[in-house]
C-alpha cells in the first residue's frame, strides 16, 4: 500500500537506541560498540544523520508494491557510471515505510542480515570492510564506493567514542554504591569545605558534510 511520503527526524541518542534494540531483538543480544557505531555511520550517511530520514526507513530500503507500506520520493541511482534521477511513480522511488522507529530499525537489520556478505562485513566491525561488503553484488548502493567509505569511516570515528561513552554510562549507573563508613562522610564533608573551584563540562558533535537524500 501506498503511503504519504514524510520525513521522520530522530536525534543521534533515538537512532541509536531505536538500533542497539533492533539489533537486540533480531540477534537475541547487544551489539557491541563498534558495531553499533558502524550501524549509526552508515544509516547517518543515508538519512542526512537523521535529518531526512523518510518514513523512519534507517536504511533507504527499496521495495516493490507487494511491501505492506511504500512511500514514494524522488531519488538518484548511478548506472553505469552515470547518476540518474528518478521521480513518482517510476519504481525506483518505491521505499519501504514504517509507522515507528522501532519496526524501521528491526527491518534494517533483517535487510543487512538477509546478506551474509553484508552482515559478514558488518561483524567485522571494521568501516572499510563493512563498505566493502556492501559494495560486493548483489549491493546495497550504487554509487561511488570510495566516497561511500570515506563519509563511513569518517562517521564511524565520530560515532564510537560517543557510543563507547554512552555504554560506560550505563554501566556506572548499573553498578550498586555502598553506604559510605561515618568516617568517609567526614571526610567527603571535610574536603567539600576546603574547594573553592568548579568543573565545567562541555559535550559536542562535530559537524560532517552528509550525503543528501530527497
Known amino acids: ?93 518505491n521505499f519501504r515505510a514504517y509507522t515507528n522507529a522501532a519496526d524501521g530499525a528491526v527491518d534494517y537489520i533483517k535487510v543487512l542480515q538477509s546478506r551474509p556478505h553484508w552482515w559478514n562485513g558488518l561483524q567485522t566491525e571494521d568501516p572499510n570492510a563493512f563498505v566493502d561488503a556492501l559494495a560486493t553484488a548483489p549491493k546495497y548502493f550504487t554509487g561511488n564506493p570510495a566516497v561511500y567509505k570515506q563519509a563511513v569511516a569518517s562517521l564511524f570515528d565520530e560515532f564510537r567514542p560517543l557510543v563507547r561513552a554512552a555504554a560506560r554510562g550505563r554501566r556506572s549507573v548499573s553498578l550498586p554504591s555502598r553506604p559510605r563508613s561515618s568516617s568517609e562522610r567526614f571526610a567527603a564533608r571535610a574536603a567539600g569545605s576546603r574547594a573553592h573551584g568548579r568543573c565545567h563540562s562541555r559535550a559536542f558533535e562535530h559537524a560532517l558534510p552528509w550525503r543528501a537524500t530527497a
Open 1 to 93: 500500500m501506498i503511503v504519504a511520503n514524510q520525513l521522520t527526524p530522530l536525534s543521534r541518542q533515538d537512532a541509536s537506541r531505536a538500533l542497539a534494540e533492533a539489533y537486540a531483538r533480531v540477534t537475541g543480544g547487544p551489539p557491541t560498540d563498534r558495531v553499533l557505531a558502524l550501524l549509526l555511520a552508515q544509516t547517518a550517511f543515508e538519512t542526512g544523520r537523521w535529518q531526512k530520514i523518510h518514513n523512519f526507513n534507517f536504511g533507504n530500503a527499496k521495495a516493490d508494491l507487494s511491501y505492506p507500506l511504500v512511500a514514494q520520493f524522488r531519488c538518484s541511482e548511478v548506472e553505469q557510471g552515470v547518476e540518474q534521477f528518478f521521480d513518482p511513480p517510476d519504481p525506483h522511488c
